[in-house]
Structure formats: structure tokens, C-alpha cells
């Protein structure tokens, strides 16, 4: 039971740590599909004279979009291969061709239903297609340009974000399953000793009936009887102390005793059968070793149950613990993904603001996305807030250093750390909780200045002259195209491309150290109490039980073989004891008596 307890733990703790991953990695997805997405646009808008092709590069961007496709390819291999248990409508969604995906043919959109994993692919086949392309060839009318840039912002997009959905709902299901699951071990455990209990006491009981049932024959043997035996046993003792030369002596006595006359009543007695005396003599202390054993036995069994209280006290924790991270867990891993997305959609409507997003307009979704953001963010901080006391060390000094101090040595492995000091006005340096806010502030202020060219066709131009560039002949177009060229868009690009990015997956990987050396912590106790538990079982056993057991068989044939003193005349006439003899010799099957 004990070894079962033991393993299934292990497993149970395993499989949540699994699911916790799969949340992870699913919203990584979201972020390189992302980051792909925004690589093809700004080749596109690259090749209408937007943007030039020195910073970011040209190849720079290439080679972004082709890392962010490996690892979907990667991530999704390992979505693909997990066996986690999944519910049924996460299944279908994963394995059914449910999730439409539109292509543009001849100046027409079409759909067809793919699978998740099979849409992916599709995903992944066309933004190869773009990348390897010319750059002149990058137009919003190629068709794979269109392929990407539609199918992410549309049903593609809300199956993933579905999908990711789905493993947090599955975490939160299998944590409360796993409560069932302990609480069931613990059950059984008590069931098990309660068992052990109704089958052993029994047996004991039994033995030391039988053992009292052989002493109380002693009680039945008249006291003058017992007198001669013990002058008999004198006699003999003396015999050998003596020698042989009373030997003589000696077998008189016997032969006396034998016909009866080791009394003035020996005639009497001779007569007739010992009757046993009118009120028998009752033993002394006769339960105290055998309440003094039960109370040891009982003492075992509430050890072997206390080990498994605290193992059921220790997973209860654990898994109230997890369930109350999940929140946080989904939030940071989401973080990097959806402010892609804000970025992207918003960047989309300044393109072309009737390009469907979400089945709506992408004002529409670009004004809400804001809101939700900000919302995010709270949301990211106050669950952190309530799960601090839950937290590991590592995770709470790596959020604190992020968050609210320096993050800057994240970064040392792609910039310098000047240029993160220096970046939006040293905003990152004082901790990406302030670099964030400024980065939805210059999010807003696009949006602002976009909801403003749109409508006036008059307006000029406020942003700087020297980035201004004209693309076409339509100034209200020219004017909101430049958006996309002022300083705060670029400094979104580089906020999302890089420090956001590495801010969070950085968390999210402390997060999961630090929940998984949690898990460990709790196994390595568990272990050590159950090497403990095994440990005492084999003292007690060998120190206890087996002599109790070597004790007891000891007594009952040393009990039984005590009948073997008393001559077969006193037998014979004790009723008691040829009554118990005769049962003992039919339950034993023994012949010829």
C-alpha cells in the first residue's frame, strides 16, 4: 500500500507538472505565430517604401520569421506527442477538421476545415513560401501574404487561443481529480489497517484463549492432588541430588501415589472423579499482557495511518497551491502573445482599416485590445500579490528584479547593458513594470493619432518631418502610413520583438523551476518518510512481532505440554481435562487413542 501511495504520487505530481507545461508551450505557439506574422507584414510594408531596409534589415527579419517557425514546429511536435489526457472537446478541436482556414484564389476567399495541428502546418507550409520570396514579390495580393496575415487574425487565432484555454481548464480539472485521488489512497489506506484489525485480533485472541483454556485445567486438579505432584517433583529432584541409593524410597512413593495414597481421603478419592472445587480460582493479571500487546498493536496501526495523513495533508497543500496559480501561470505565459497581437491588429488597421479581425472590425477589436491589455497587466500584478506567500524564493526575487528593479541582465546576451539603460528613456531600466505601462501608452498614442488622420483628410502631419515619407499621392494616406514611422511605433517594435519577450519567458521559466523544485521538495519529503516508515515496520517486526509470535507459540506448547506431568490416573478422573483432551485429539485427527 505504502509503495503504491508512494508511485502514484509521483505520477499524479508528474502529470500536473506535464500539464503546466502544455499551458506554457501553447501560448509560445501564439507568440512566434505572432512574431511571424509581424516579420511578413513589415517585409510587405518594407517593399511599399514604408519602412527601409537597414534597421531592421532585411535579413534581420528573414532570419526572425524562420527561428519563430522552427520553434512552432518544435512546440507543436511536442503538443503532438504528449499522452496527457485531454477532454473531449479539446480533442476534436486538436483532431477533427473543425477550425476554418480561408484562401484567397483569383480576387476570392475561400475556407476549408483543417484540424488544429494540420491548420498550423498550413500556417507554417505558406510563411516559409513568404519568407524565401522576393522581396518584391512581398504585395498584400500574394496570395500566401494573405494566407498568414487573414488566417491569424481570424478563426486560426481563436482555435489557438482556445486550445490554450482548454490546458488551463485541464490543469484546474486534474488538480481537484488529484485531490479525489488522495483522498481515496487515504481511504483505502484506513480500510486496508481496519482489515488487518478484523483479521488478526481474531487469530490472537484465539491463541490466548487457548492458552487460558490449558491453564484453567490446572484450576480443575484438586489442591491435595497438586500436593502430591509437588511431593513428587521434590521427591525426584531429591533422588537425583541423592543418588541412586534411595532409589527404593522413591518408587515406593510413586507406587503409593499411583494407587492413591498420598492422603487419609485416598480411598474416597480412588472412588470416584475429582469434582472440581465449587468455586473456581480466576487468574491474576491474566489480561494485563494482552491488553499491553493490543495497545502496542494499536499503536503500529495509528503510525502506518499517520503516514499516510500527512502524506494526504502534504498533497492537499501542493495541489491548493497549484490550483491557486493557475490564474497567475496563465496570465504570464499569455502576456508576450497577446501584446503580439494588440501590436499586430493595431498595426493592421492603420494598413488597412477594413481588413476583417476576429470576424469584426479591427478598430473595433485595436479600442478593445487597450483596455484588455491594461486589464492583463493588473491582472499579472495582483495575482502575484496574493500568491506571494506560495511562491518560491527564486520566483518571487526573479519577478521582484524584473518587475520592480533592474531587468537589464535578461537582456546582456542581446544588447549591451547601456543600450538597456538607455532604452525609452531608461523606462526598462526602473523595471518593466513601468517600461510596460509606457509600452500601452505609445500603443494608445498610435491609436489616438490613427482614430485623428482617419478623420480629417485635411490634417497635417505632427509627428517629426525628418522620418516623413511620402508613399502615395493621398495625403490623408500618406499621414497615417507615417504613423507606423514615428518613433514610438518603432520603439513598440523593439519593446515587443525583444524585451518583452525575454522579460517573460524569463519569469515563466523561474515559475516553473521554482513550482517544480516545490513538487520535489514535497517528493523528497514524502520519500524520506516513507523509507522512515519502512524502516521502523522491519525494527518492529523483528523486534517486536516475531518475538511476540516465537513468545506465544513458546507459551501455548509449553502450556500444553504441562498436561504431560499430571499421571494418567489424575487425567482420567479430572472431567476438564479428558473433555479437552479428546477435542484436541479429534481436531487434530490422531488416531488410536
Not at 514579390?137 to 496570395?143: A, G, L, Q, V
Not at 537425583?240 to 522413591?250: C, I, R, T
Not at 502506518?304 to 496563465?330: A, C, P, R
Not at 522491519?538 to 504431560?564: D, E, G, H, Q
Request: glycine residues 4%; neutral net charge; hydrophobic residues 40%.
Amino acid at each position: 500500500m505504502c509503495i503504491r501511495d508512494s508511485f502514484m504520487t509521483i505520477s499524479e505530481f508528474n502529470d500536473i507538472l506535464d500539464n503546466a507545461n502544455l499551458v506554457t508551450l501553447s501560448n509560445n505557439i501564439i507568440a512566434e505565430l505572432m512574431n511571424v506574422q509581424g516579420g511578413i507584414r513589415d517585409l510587405t510594408l518594407m517593399n511599399i517604401g514604408v519602412y527601409n531596409t537597414s534597421y531592421p534589415s532585411e535579413a534581420d527579419i528573414r532570419s526572425s520569421i524562420a527561428l519563430s517557425l522552427n520553434e512552432v514546429q518544435n512546440t507543436q511536435r511536442t503538443l503532438q506527442l504528449s499522452s496527457m489526457d485531454i477532454f473531449d472537446e479539446h480533442s476534436r478541436l486538436l483532431n477533427t477538421k473543425s477550425v476554418p482556414i480561408y484562401i484567397l484564389q483569383g480576387g476570392t476567399i475561400t475556407s476549408q476545415e483543417f484540424t488544429l495541428y494540420e491548420a498550423t502546418q498550413q500556417i507554417i507550409s505558406k510563411a516559409f513560401n513568404v519568407r524565401n520570396a522576393n522581396l518584391s514579390n512581398i504585395t498584400w495580393t500574394n496570395s500566401d501574404v494573405h494566407f498568414v496575415e487573414y488566417n491569424l487574425f481570424n478563426d486560426f487565432y481563436t482555435a489557438l487561443r482556445k486550445s490554450s484555454d482548454y490546458y488551463v481548464l485541464e490543469l484546474v480539472n486534474r488538480s481537484t481529480q488529484k485531490k479525489n485521488v488522495f483522498l481515496i489512497l487515504l481511504i483505502v489506506s484506513a480500510v486496508a489497517l481496519v482489515l488487518t484489525v478484523i483479521v488478526l485480533f481474531p487469530v490472537l485472541h484465539s491463541v490466548n484463549k487457548t492458552k487460558e483454556e490449558v491453564l484453567s485445567l490446572f484450576l480443575d486438579i484438586p489442591e491435595k492432588t497438586v500436593k502430591g505432584l509437588y511431593t513428587r517433583c521434590e521427591n525426584f529432584i531429591s533422588t537425583l541430588q541423592v543418588g541412586e541409593d534411595e532409589d527404593m524410597m522413591s518408587d515406593v512413593d510413586d507406587e503409593s501415589f499411583e494407587k492413591g495414597g498420598h492422603g487419609a481421603d485416598a480411598d474416597e478419592d480412588s472412588a470416584s472423579e475429582y469434582q472440581p472445587r465449587k468455586k473456581r480460582k480466576k487468574f491474576k493479571n491474566s489480561g494485563k499482557s494482552q491488553r499491553r500487546f493490543y495497545l502496542n498493536f494499536f499503536a503500529v496501526i495509528v503510525f502506518v495511518e499517520g503516514y499516510f495523513i500527512i502524506n494526504y495533508n502534504s498533497s492537499q497543500g501542493l495541489l491548493s497551491n497549484v490550483k491557486q496559480l493557475v490564474t497567475e501561470l496563465n496570465t504570464t505565459s499569455m502576456a508576450e502573445g497577446f501584446s503580439a497581437f494588440v501590436n499586430n491588429v493595431e498595426r493592421q488597421l492603420i494598413i488597412d482599416p477594413k481588413f476583417p479581425v476576429l470576424g469584426t472590425t479591427s478598430l473595433s477589436v485595436a479600442t478593445a485590445n487597450i483596455q484588455n491589455i491594461y486589464t492583463l497587466d493588473s491582472t499579472i500584478h495582483q495575482e502575484h500579490s496574493i500568491n506571494v506567500q506560495i511562491h518560491s524564493d527564486l520566483y518571487k526575487n526573479t519577478f521582484n528584479q524584473i518587475m520592480m528593479l533592474n531587468p537589464c541582465y535578461v537582456f546582456l546576451a542581446n544588447i549591451s547593458n547601456d543600450q538597456c539603460i538607455a532604452f525609452a528613456d531608461s523606462a526598462v531600466y526602473q523595471g518593466m513594470a513601468v517600461g510596460l505601462t509606457r509600452h500601452f501608452e505609445n500603443l494608445r498614442y498610435l491609436l489616438t493619432q490613427y482614430t485623428t488622420y482617419s478623420a480629417d483628410a485635411r490634417a497635417n502631419f505632427t509627428g517629426p518631418r525628418d522620418n516623413f515619407r511620402t508613399i502615395t499621392t493621398d495625403n490623408q494616406r500618406n499621414n497615417i502610413l507615417n504613423i507606423l514611422r514615428l518613433p514610438q511605433a518603432f520603439e513598440i517594435s523593439s519593446m515587443q520583438a525583444l524585451y518583452i519577450k525575454l522579460a517573460f519567458r524569463a519569469l515563466l521559466n523561474d515559475f516553473r523551476r521554482g513550482l517544480n523544485d516545490d513538487f520535489n521538495a514535497k517528493l523528497t519529503l514524502r520519500l524520506a518518510l516513507y523509507i522512515v516508515l519502512n524502516i521502523a515496520l522491519i525494527l518492529l517486526y523483528f523486534v517486536a512481532w516475531l518475538p511476540i509470535v516465537s513468545r506465544l507459540n513458546k507459551n501455548i506448547w509449553r502450556t500444553k505440554s504441562m498436561l504431560t506431568m499430571i499421571p494418567l490416573n489424575v487425567v482420567a478422573k479430572i472431567r476438564s481435562v479428558r473433555v479437552y483432551l479428546r477435542k484436541f485429539i479429534s481436531e487434530k485427527n490422531i488416531t488410536n487413542y
